[in-house]
């Protein structure tokens, strides 16, 4: 296939296919204690019978982690080089890639290396290698939605930055634990408030509060970063579908039984009403606003996540709650969601600074 114009240099695809190599190595290699020398040869798993037990679950999960991993390979590498060859060799550094992980977890006690995960991982890999190419030869990836987000979107590095911090704060959303949109939890950093009494409808009113702030200034970003309000109107409606999406996919997925509602409370119904007006009053205010407004947002939800109370009955049912294998994933998407108020406050900053 010849690449012609439909692929491009694209530096936010750079940057997206780094942060997704970096998070499956962290999610792969979680807790990183406790390193020790195998009992058996390290390459013994590489011939080890088809495993006794095993869930339809965890392979399918194991194809779908690697599959970005071959399409943004792909994308990066088809920049460069011929569609076939870009295949190929994305393919093949995720297998290495999936085999340098297995063979780490030889060394971890609480990790168990399989060769039908290296397996899924090749699968996933090559699907999304494939996905991408078909893609963008058909100038889909590359034509349509280029043309596409140069419609929506300001261009420049500043841009791009503001998708990934974006689509890091998606990737948040897939925790059962977290409140709906409540990013920057630091509390088993500080010392415990003690003595501080809490009714109902002060709860629900600090969870709408932080369920609104959270949500205008995450929607701000959006905003300033997009052309025309229209865009903005729409590409915020996305975001906020894909998030409560994520949410009750993880409310139902990581609990046994399911519950993908878990997160609807009037709190959060509130919030995201709230934040949706507060965002609507400041829409088509200058972007030196919006960029005020989005800072001062996340900065007050932040300091609320860490200063209002536990859900009482989400803390019911975390305590029998069993993480399995889902505690690295887990464990990501806390050090995700501390971190990302700081990196997003940090971009606001830039971008105010670039404006003057």
């Known amino acids: 296939m010849n690449n012609g114009p439909f692929v491009r240099n694209s530096r936010l695809v750079g940057y997206l296919a780094v942060t997704y190599l970096v998070l499956v190595i962290y999610t792969s290699l979680h807790p990183f204690s406790q390193w020790h020398a195998p009992a058996e040869e390290v390459r013994v798993f590489l011939t080890a019978p088809w495993p006794v037990y095993f869930t339809w679950t965890d392979l399918i999960l194991n194809v779908l982690a690697y599959l970005p991993v071959g399409a943004l390979l792909t994308l990066v590498m088809m920049s460069f080089m011929k569609a076939r060859n870009a295949v190929f060799s994305a393919t093949m550094a995720a297998v290495c890639l999936s085999l340098s992980i297995e063979v780490a977890q030889v060394f971890l006690p609480g990790r168990i ?56 704060w998606l990737a948040t959303q897939f925790s059962a634990e977290i409140r709906l949109f409540g990013n920057g939890d630091l509390r088993h950093l500080l010392p415990a408030i003690e003595g501080v009494g809490y009714g109902p409808r002060t709860y629900v009113f600090i969870e709408a509060v932080i369920t609104g702030l959270n949500f205008c200034g995450v929607a701000l970003m ?23 999406l994520l949410k009750s996919l993880a409310s139902n997925v990581l609990f046994i039984p399911g519950n993908p509602t878990l997160w609807i409370t009037p709190g959060a119904l509130l919030g995201i009403v709230g ?49 399995g294998h889902y505690a690295s994933l887990n464990d990501l998407t806390h050090v995700i969601s501390g971190a990302w108020p700081f990196a997003a406050i940090a971009f606001l900053t830039y971008a105010g600074y670039r404006l003057r």
Do not use: K
């Open 113 to 168: 290396p399989a060769n039908v995960d290296l397996l899924c991982n090749a699968l996933g890999a090559f699907i999304g290698a494939m996905l991408a190419c078909s893609l963008a030869g058909r100038g889909v990836l590359s034509g349509s939605l280029y043309r596409l987000r140069d419609r929506l979107f300001h261009s420049g590095i500043a841009v791009d930055i503001c998708f990934l911090l974006l689509a890091l």
């Open 222 to 244: 959006l905003t300033m970063i997009s052309r025309r309000v229209q865009g903005a109107v729409a590409s915020v409606a996305v975001l906020a579908v894909c998030a409560v």
């Open 275 to 323: 934040g949706g007006l507060l965002w609507a009053v400041l829409i088509a205010a200058p972007r030196g606003v919006q960029i005020a407004f989005a800072t001062t947002s996340i900065a007050l939800g932040m300091a609320l996540v860490n200063g209002a109370p536990g859900n009482p009955y989400l803390d019911a049912t975390l305590r029998i709650w069993e993480h």
